[in-house]
């Protein structure tokens, strides 16, 4: 139950074209919701957030949808870019985790000039 | 200039031997976090701190051991114990480990490989 379960595992994707990154989860006591961006190499950074009070957030050309009922969210990238290519990872966390996250497997994502 | 930081960034351990990896961060957070990450498997939690002196088991704490001692170090031990340490290790803080607030983002710090000949 407290999985969160990413897909694809990878995605290509040619410059210009929309990335779409899917996850699921089964923990209704989740409430907040992050994706990850890492560069080889480097840590992950935080790209944009949600909570299951809103059903889109964006920010530039990186958009949240969250389906509530349905215990699903997705990131979309507009406009891909080859300095988008990164490993996404999605998260979860519980009000009442103090701070714990729960990740997803991440996706590989790869914009092609 | 604020962060945290990981040492060393590549390390190679010899099986049998103990190993600690060092976090240290001037964020003035109060919770730290430890994950381990593989291919294909996203980030996994070994061990959280939410305050000075206090650390829990994260899901997948055997052969691994920790200390918070200091606000700013949460210093992680790959012991013997631990069948398959070869992994990327990430060490985050965040502002506070008991307030459930999306603004209690978690900063990452930029890793450490550890490689078992």
């Known amino acids: 139950q407290q999985q969160v379960k990413q897909s694809p595992q990878s995605l290509i994707v040619q410059k210009g074209g929309i990335s779409i990154i899917n996850c699921a989860y089964e923990n209704t006591a989740f409430d907040y919701f992050p994706w990850y961006q890492q560069f080889p190499g480097k840590g992950p950074a935080l790209l944009i957030a949600?909570?299951?009070?809103?059903s889109e957030k964006k920010e530039g050309r990186f958009t949240i949808s969250f389906n509530k009922s349905a215990k699903q969210f997705s990131l979309h990238i507009m406009d891909s870019q080859p300095g988008d290519s990164a490993t996404y990872f999605c998260?979860?966390?519980?009000?009442?985790?103090?701070?714990?996250?729960?990740f997803g497997q991440g996706t590989i994502l790869t914009v092609h000039p | 200039d604020g962060g945290i930081t990981q040492s060393p960034k590549y390390l190679f351990r010899k099986e049998g031997q103990n190993v600690t990896l060092s976090c240290e961060q001037n964020l003035n957070h109060d919770a730290m976090y430890w994950y381990r990450q593989d291919p294909g498997q996203g980030l996994r939690l070994i061990y959280y701190s939410q305050i000075v002196n206090d650390f829990q088991k994260g899901d997948i704490a055997e052969g691994y051991s920790v200390s918070r001692e200091k606000k700013e170090s949460f210093p992680l031990t790959v012991t013997s114990a631990q069948k398959n340490p070869t992994a990327f290790y990430l060490c985050?803080?965040?502002?506070?480990?008991?307030?459930?607030?999306?603004?209690?983002?978690?900063?990452f710090g930029p890793g450490t490989r550890l490689t078992v000949l």
């Open positions: 985050a803080s965040s502002i506070s480990g008991r307030a459930p607030s999306h603004n209690n983002e978690q900063f």
């Open positions: 949600i909570r299951p009070d809103v």
């Open positions: 998260a979860a966390r519980a009000g009442t985790s103090y701070g714990k996250l729960t």
